[in-house]
């Protein structure tokens, strides 16, 4: 199992920024595609960002032109560069890692994003 550590939460005002980051312990993490998901209050969690084992992104149409995942595979990192944050962010995020295809199996324990106005 690997294990994911986040990190880079915290409490930003609106229209501000937060860049999230994902250690994973994974021997080939190259291998592996990442994903940002979120948790807020009272809702399901919900996926944000994914990236390929070729770096290819995909996000969720409501936070396109906002947020930018990437990751560094000399570094076994994945971040989220979070930028125009807004209330609707607030979430508990999660970083996740698939082997195959994007059937994300294992989960760090996540890092809160709270959103004031």
């Known amino acids: 199992q690997v294990q994911l550590v986040e990190s880079g939460g915290g409490l930003v005002q609106a229209g501000g920024s937060l860049r999230l980051s994902c250690v994973s312990s994974?021997?080939?993490?190259?291998?592996?595609?990442m994903g940002w998901f979120r948790q807020a209050p009272g809702k399901e969690r919900e996926f944000v960002a994914r990236?390929?084992?070729?770096?290819?992104?995909s996000y969720i149409d409501s936070v396109k032109g906002r947020f930018t995942i990437s990751r560094d595979n000399t570094k076994n990192t994945v971040h989220l560069q979070m930028n125009g944050l807004t209330p609707e962010d607030t979430a508990v995020y999660y970083c996740?890692?698939?082997?195959?295809?994007?059937?994300?199996?294992?989960w760090g324990q996540g890092t809160q994003v709270t959103v004031s106005s």
């Open positions: 996740a890692a698939a082997t195959m295809g994007y059937d994300f199996r294992d």
């Open positions: 990236i390929s084992r070729l770096s290819t992104p």
């Open positions: 994974a021997r080939t993490f190259s291998s592996y595609a």
